[in-house]
């Protein structure tokens, strides 16, 4: 069979640069699937081995290893109708039969050959026939046909070919983008398919401006990336430009002695806006960098698609550099267009800058009441009321009366950089430049680095707020967002979570363990709920276990698995600082020889207690009748006062190891014990005893969660 690689290329306008990776893998993974499943890969190809995706700004592409030029024969097995529907009496054909085997290309001769077997309760007349494989031109114009249709394209344009263009209305394409060009080439044989009004060839286009040749001929599917890099000036590959540019940006900073900001977005966008990267150094006046650098960074990266340079301190510099995809000689015309394009940028955010610090925060406050935050919870002004005083009373419980202040003090102004000109510009600096200019107005650094963390944490693995007040107004802010939207009806469903919620509730989950802060989730839940009024319905208890459902969430992502985290947030431990040591006693434990026996008696006495009302953990020693029930008893009042006082001490792990050499008395009181004793007294007492130890051996968690 001739087996040979298969280049397949789509030759485009300028795709959306960040769709473009996406795009390009998609377009591959496609064609071989379609592929693979008619036969033409081999199972052997392995994805990410022997394939290689293409995309530039202006092509989309793959390259498969051992594509075959036909497809193996098949046997297909097609039903055609009962056995007495089909023969008569003597078993010869009846006319129904005939026909049908007419409409299938065959005829009497092949009534001998039918098979029989079994169709539900009768018996039916099948034909198996050898099916000569499919073509590559008739496979790939199937998977080119099905890849194109599947790709997650963000918007669609609809177009004219150029061959109708003076037929308005006649055959028109939707796609991405306009497409110019398709090349299909299986070894060095062009495969005969067409794609969006194209016929496959085996020429493309090169670089716009320093392509060598045009068009660039691909002899070879193998030479594709090679001859369109010599005589394109075409780096096909996403993953390789985007390597050259990364390698080229550290050369660049090293030599200046900084480091470009690192940002794997931008990277990967400015990957997708050119074919063949030159990185050039720029610079801009240094009196730009009396703007705060967050705001620099952020237009030169938005608006420009700029790499900023940090000197070692990780201060700002005023050089920059520049990803070109154009290679001149003299570069200095390149350079000094981007320094011009560059300008006006900067002077706008200078601008902004100086006139935002003309008014305080605090004269913007009243202002508030004119943003809308949402309709049925009224204004940002009275979101701020809410937050201030759900910092009051967290502050108050954390820190006493200095701390509320200072806490309801930021929670006022926090919102107010809402308001300011640079903002409004730039909404990804909320929180930082209310930082800024709470600095400019001369308040303390506590306030100001308060305002500027109250957002934190703003995503997985961001920082946690840097002080105590930023803590408390950042719980409150995200406890006002919280309530409020629970209690409004607002609640995340399936994929849906348009208010963040999710990471609203993870925020709050980490502040509380990773500070260690004393308090309860369910009652800090319930203190936030006044501040609302009438507004709301209390959603303490649906928030509450939406709260320990992230919470479970994340302490799987992290590497607990579910029977740990399921027994220790079985319990609802309200202090979640305490979480991460109960899973590690957890874990401990379940290590030792006797966890498993234990956790299986815990879940049996957990079942017996179920079935019987509530039994009061009381045992009176001279009701004990039985050896067993003495031992227990016995092992319990010698171990309970060692592992409580580990508990109380927050030695979780020595706790519950103490518990295990309860193993032996629990076997034995099982054997040898009948917990339901017909006498109710000697019932009543066994259970007392049975409670005791449940009670004593799910302090830390619920062990029985651990068994099997």
């Not at 809410?386 to 919102?415: F, M, P, S, T, Y």
């Not at 208010?499 to 319930?526: S, Y």
């Not at 030792?592 to 079942?607: C, F, T």
Request: glycine share 6%; hydrophobic share 45%; net charge negative.
């Amino acid at each position: 069979m001739n087996t040979q690689n298969l280049l397949v290329e789509l030759l485009v306008e300028e795709l959306p640069p960040k769709a473009l990776d996406k795009l390009g893998k998609a377009f591959g993974n496609e064609l071989w699937w379609s592929l693979n499943k008619n036969g033409f890969v081999d199972d052997s190809v392995i994805l990410g081995t022997d394939i290689e995706f293409f995309a530039s700004p202006r092509r989309l592409g793959v390259w498969i290893r051992n594509v075959n030029a036909r497809a193996d024969d098949r046997q297909v097995r097609q039903k055609l109708m009962p056995v007495a529907v089909g023969l008569d009496a003597a078993g010869a054909a009846t006319p129904a039969l005939l026909k049908k085997l007419q409409s299938l290309g065959a005829d009497a001769s092949a009534v001998p050959g039918l098979k029989r077997a079994m169709d539900g309760k009768a018996e039916a007349l099948f034909l198996e026939s050898n099916v000569r494989g499919a073509s590559l031109a008739e496979g790939l114009q199937k998977a080119l046909t099905e890849a194109i249709a599947k790709l997650p394209i963000p918007k669609v344009m609809t177009y004219q070919l150029e061959r109708d263009c003076e037929l308005p209305g006649w055959s028109t394409v939707s796609f991405v983008r306009p497409a110019h060009g398709l090349v299909a080439l299986h070894g060095s044989s062009v495969v005969p398919v067409s794609a969006l009004g194209l016929q496959a060839g085996s020429s493309t286009q090169g670089h716009r401006f320093e392509a060598a040749k045009s068009p660039v001929v691909i002899a070879h599917a193998d030479d594709y990336a090679a001859t369109l890099a010599r005589d394109g000036a075409v780096i096909a590959s996403f993953e390789v430009r985007r390597a050259d540019i990364a390698r080229q940006l550290q050369a660049a900073a090293k030599d200046l002695g900084a480091q470009p900001v690192d940002e794997d977005d931008l990277l990967d966008e400015v990957t997708a806006l050119v074919e063949r990267p030159n990185v050039l150094v720029c610079a801009f006046e240094k009196e730009f960098l009396e703007v705060p650098q967050e705001c620099l960074i952020l237009t030169m990266k938005a608006n420009q698609k700029y790499f900023p340079l940090l000197d070692a301190a990780g201060t700002l510099s005023n050089r920059f550099l520049i990803v070109s995809n154009v290679s001149p000689a003299d570069p200095s015309a390149v350079i000094d267009g981007n320094e011009r394009v560059v300008r006006p940028r900067l002077a706008d955010a200078q601008f902004f800058f100086n006139q935002d610090r003309k008014k305080t925060l605090e004269s913007r406050v009243e202002g508030l009441s004119k943003v809308v935050y949402h309709n049925k919870l009224g204004s940002q002004g009275d979101r701020m009321a809410r937050v201030c005083a759900i910092a009051r009373a967290i502050g108050q419980q954390l820190g006493g009366e200095a701390l509320a202040d200072q806490a309801a003090h930021a929670a006022r102004l926090a919102k107010t950089d809402l308001l300011t000109d640079m903002v409004g510009e730039f909404p990804e600096l909320q929180g930082t430049m209310g930082g800024y200019y709470a600095r400019h107005d001369g308040l303390s650094d506590d306030i100001a680095q308060a305002i500027e963390d109250h957002y934190k944490p703003r995503f997985a693995g961001d920082s946690l707020p840097r002080n105590a007040v930023g803590v408390v107004v950042a719980l409150a802010d995200k406890l006002e967002t919280l309530v409020g939207m629970f209690g409004t009806g607002n609640v995340p469903t399936g994929d849906k979570d348009p208010f963040a919620l999710r990471r609203h509730a993870l925020g709050l989950i980490r502040m509380l363990i990773e500070r260690d802060l004393a308090l309860d989730v369910t009652a800090t839940l319930q203190a936030a709920v006044p501040a609302f009024g009438a507004l709301i319905t209390d959603p303490t208890q649906a928030l509450a276990d939406f709260v320990y459902d992230r919470l479970a969430g994340s302490l799987r992502e992290q590497g607990y698995s579910a029977q740990e985290v399921d027994a220790v947030l079985a319990l609802r431990p309200q202090r979640l600082g305490e979480v991460p040591k109960r899973l590690l006693a957890v874990r401990a434990f379940a290590a030792l020889p006797e966890s498993a026996a234990l956790a299986a008696a815990n879940k049996r006495i957990g079942n017996i207690l179920k079935k019987t009302d509530a039994v009061d953990a009381h045992v009176s020693p001279v009701l004990l009748q039985e050896a067993a029930e003495k031992e227990l008893y016995a092992a319990l009042q010698s171990v309970l006062p060692h592992a409580d006082a580990e508990f109380d001490a927050g030695d979780y792990t020595a706790s519950l190891q103490i518990l295990a050499v309860l193993r032996t008395p629990v076997d034995a009181f099982f054997d040898g014990v009948m917990v339901n004793a017909e006498q109710l007294d000697l019932r009543l007492n066994r259970l007392g005893l049975l409670q005791s130890l449940h009670m004593a051996m799910n302090r830390v968690a619920d062990l029985s969660k651990l068994a099997a």
